[in-house]
T-cell receptor, first 114, second 114 residues
Framework: ETGVTQSPTHLIKTRGQQVTLRCSSQ?????VSWYQQALGQGPQFIFQ???????GRGNFPPRFSGLQFPNYSSELNVNALELDDSALYLC?????????????FGPGTRLLVL | AQSVTQLGSHVSVSEGALVLLRCNYS??????LFWYVQYPNQGLQLLLK??????LVKGINGFEAEFKKSETSFHLTKPSAHMSDAAEYFC????????????FGQGTTLQVKP
């Protein structure tokens, strides 16, 4: 069974640029959640996708957007990058969107904005 | 509003000693509670979860946690620390009204001394 994978592992961008991060969910999972983890902090919920539709969103501006594809993989897009966007971005998949379901996390993408 | 507080950003124990990591939550509805562990440069791995069944929850690697509603706590314990337990530990809260959203604490770094 393949776990959650994310790409790229590391990324360096400059302020104002756009970035796309990718996530492949675990086999059999139809739900993907994205989290931002700033250095020394706990992860913060960005949004969740369930069967290709956004299914909940945290307190992040609209320049954070996402997609989920028919194979349940997902993308996180961030436009107009700001220095504070530097963080570890974690993707988690689960078998359904119920909050009591375990979310299985990928290794993350570390984004540095200069 | 829901929130999670982890008491103590750093905990240091000797190998073989009891591990106690504290987590308190605030929620107006019945909570689901999770403990995750994060090793350096890795994603989060689930240790255990409480989803309104037994209040004493046993997890992987010898960890367990007890849900105490009266104290709004979900502390993580392990009778005997091992060097390999050194990592960052996160307590997380989910509620059924916040589909898919986990609210994480700030994390506790566990140091295990030989």
């Amino acid at each position: 069974e393949t776990g959650v994978t994310q790409s790229p592992t590391h990324l360096i961008k400059t302020r104002g640029q756009q970035v796309t991060l990718r996530c492949s969910s675990q086999s059999g999972h139809n739900t993907v959640s994205w989290y931002q983890q700033a250095l020394g902090q706990g992860p913060q919920f960005i949004f969740q996708y369930y069967r290709e539709e956004e299914n909940g969103r945290g307190n992040f501006p609209p320049r954070f957007s996402g997609l989920q594809f028919p194979n349940y993989s997902s993308e996180l897009n961030v436009n107009a990058l700001e220095l504070d966007d530097s963080a570890l971005y974690l993707c988690a998949s689960s078998p359904d969107p119920d909050t009591q379901e375990t979310q299985y996390f990928g290794p993350g993408t570390r984004l540095l904005v200069l | 509003a829901q929130s999670v507080t982890q008491l103590g950003s750093h905990v240091s124990v000797s190998e073989g000693a009891l591990v106690l990591l504290r987590c308190n939550y605030s929620s107006s509805v019945p909570p689901y509670l999770f403990w995750y562990v994060q090793y350096p440069n890795q994603g989060l791995q689930l240790l255990l979860k409480y989803t309104s069944a037994a209040t004493l929850v046993k997890g992987i690697n010898g960890f367990e946690a007890e849900f105490k509603k009266s104290e709004t706590s979900f502390h993580l314990t392990k009778p005997s620390a091992h060097m390999s337990d050194a990592a960052e530990y996160f307590c997380a809260l989910g509620v059924s009204s916040n589909t898919g959203k986990l609210i994480f604490g700030q994390g506790t770094t566990l140091q295990v001394k030989p």
